[in-house]
Nanobody, 123 residues
Framework: QAQLVESGGALVQAGDSLRLSCAVS????????MGWFRQAPGKDRACVAT????????YYTDSVKGRFTIVRDNTKNALYLHMNGLKLEDTAVYYC????????????????WGQGTQVTVSS
């Protein structure tokens, strides 16, 4: 029984930084690509970033390139999203997700999802 638990969401000001965390249990972490998704009001859930086990393949959606960094700590079965220069349009519920194939994550598929954590950016 896999479990993904996000934390770190908060209400922040535009321009601030924030780190989201995802604690993973109940699966073999090395077998999974991991990713972050977000769903903003009035929008579909969208892929933010994905990372393979060794970090040799990393993907970012265009809107976050240069501002967000996805990191995984394989010794802790943890996934992180470092967010800098937050903008109003980054406001969303952020979800951690896992799939054995990173390409499937980018298209919105996941074998496992977390419950999400709210990030709200105000001006």
């Amino acid at each position: 029984q896999a479990q993904l638990v996000e934390s770190g969401g908060a209400l922040v000001q535009a321009g601030d930084s924030l780190r989201l965390s995802c604690a993973v249990s109940g699966l073999t972490f090395s077998n999974y690509a991991m990713g972050w998704f977000r769903q903003a009001p009035g929008k579909d859930r969208a892929c933010v970033a994905t990372i393979t086990y060794y970090g040799d393949s990393i993907y970012y959606t265009d809107s976050v390139k240069g501002r967000f960094t996805i990191v995984r700590d394989n010794t802790k079965n943890a996934l992180y999203l470092h967010m800098n220069g937050l903008k109003l349009e980054d406001t969303a519920v952020y979800y951690c997700a896992a799939h054995r194939t990173s390409l499937r994550l980018r298209t919105g598929d996941a074998e496992y999802w977390g419950q999400g954590t709210q990030v709200t950016v105000s001006s």
